[in-house]
Structures are given as C-alpha cells and as structure tokens.
T-cell receptor, first 116, second 114 residues
Framework: DQQVKQNSPSLSVQEGRISILNCDYT??????FLWYKKYPAEGPTFLIS?????DKNEDGRFTVFLNKSAKHLSLHIVPSQPGDSAVYFC???????????????FGKGTKLSVKP | EPEVTQTPSHQVTQMGQEVILRCVPI?????FYWYRQILGQKVEFLVS????????KSEIFDDQFSVERPDGSNFTLKIRSTKLEDSAMYFC????????????FGSGTQLSVL
C-alpha cells in the first residue's frame, strides 16, 4: 500500500532554473510532511518540513507547498544548483496507521540532476 | 553539526549467520530508529526505541531482529539468522522526539547476505 507516492523517478533541470519535485499521499491523517535529500553512500539528510495545518513553508532556496484537498505536496528549489543533484525523498508522519512521529513513511524518491 | 555514526559501512555475511549493526546516535537525542532500504525500493521503518524499550516496530521487524542500547552511547540492531532477503542498506537515526521534528540519519551499513 503506497501511502506516499513520488511518481517521477527522475528530473533534469538546468542550473539557475526552478526544480519542482512532487509528492502525493493517500492518508488524510498525516500531520507532518518532510523532504529529505540523499547523496550516494550517505544517509538521508533533512531538508524542510511542513505541518498539515500550513500550506507553505520556506527556507532559503527551498519552499514546500501543501495542498491538503488534493493530498499533494511539492518541493520547489530556486535557483537550482549542480550541488542539488541528489535523490529527494518525500516522507510523512502521523496518521491513523498508528505510526509515531519517528515512523516515517517514505516515497520512492526522485533523482534530481541539475546540469551546469 | 552533530552526526549519527554507523559501523561497519559494509558487512558481508553468510546466510544463517548472526550480524550486529552498530550505531552511535547524537548524544542528547532520546529516540532511536532503524530503517532499511532494499536496493531499488523505498526506505522502510523497522523499529523505534525510547527509554530502553521498543516503542514501535513494523511488520518487517520479526523475531529474528532485536535492538539494544548496551551502554549510554551505542544502539545496536541484531539479526539472529540472516536470510538472503535481509540484504539491504540499514540506516540508524535519532531525534529528540518532538512532533514533526527531523530525524538525523547515519550513513548506513550495507549488509550483503550470501
């Protein structure tokens, strides 16, 4: 049961342009959503999160938008830099599956390539 | 920034053998976790640990798995009798436990069961 879906396995963007990574979820009871970035041979690194009571959170070049009615969130990176090239995971916590805050449900990830 | 450290980075074992994966969480964190990622698949939650006991575990975390905090710094995952399907990258993570707070992940241990 894929509660968190990232339907695009890869995305290629030109340096300086906007990268938009998308994530859909099915469980309306999730209360936090998080984005993690992962480089090869490293663990996931937290990027940004958003509470389900908000619709936008911004941190520097990274902005996450949450559309609860559509059960959709997106991560915008602007401007994109070559160092942003990594796999980006969407994750959710809370919900009626009984998960605690540390029990994150991850999507499959989207591999972002930012070309110079 | 403080780090979660995991050892070894790679572990090769024969099917049926016991393995212990080791982690040193961030020192002021109270919640500890193990996740795994089978090649090409999602990162999956295995278990969370708080106050010296398991607070939650997934269906993956069966009787072959156990966790322990043997001293004030280490957090271990033991697989008693490894199977081929246990081959995966295992990530340890820790947090202070605040709702919605980020987890800090280690770099992982790549376990290969032959």
């Amino acid at each position: 049961d894929q509660q968190v879906k990232q339907n695009s396995p890869s995305l290629s963007v030109q340096e300086g342009r906007i990268s938009i990574l998308n994530c859909d979820y099915t469980n309306s009871m999730f209360d936090y959503f998080l984005w993690y970035k992962k480089y090869p041979a490293e663990g996931p690194t937290f990027l940004i999160s958003i509470s389900s009571i908000k619709d936008k959170n911004e941190d520097g070049r990274f902005t996450v938008f949450l559309n609860k009615s559509a059960k959709h969130l997106s991560l915008h990176i602007v401007p994109s830099q070559p160092g942003d090239s990594a796999v980006y995971f969407c994750a959710a916590s809370g919900g009626d599956y009984g998960g605690s805050q540390g029990n994150l449900i991850f999507g499959k990830g989207t591999k972002l390539s930012v070309k110079p | 920034e403080p780090e979660v450290t995991q050892t070894p980075s790679h572990q090769v074992t024969q099917m049926g053998q016991e393995v212990i994966l080791r982690c040193v969480p961030i020192s002021n964190h109270l919640y500890f976790y193990w996740y795994r990622q089978i090649l090409g698949q999602k990162v999956e939650f295995l278990v969370s640990f708080y106050n010296n006991e398991i607070s939650e575990k997934s269906e993956i975390f069966d009787d072959q798995f156990s966790v322990e905090r043997p001293d004030g710094s280490n957090f271990t995952l033991k697989i008693r009798s490894t199977k081929l399907e246990d081959s995966a990258m295992y990530f340890c993570a820790s947090s202070t436990g605040t709702a919605g707070e980020k987890l800090f992940f280690g770099s992982g241990t790549q376990l290969s069961v032959l």
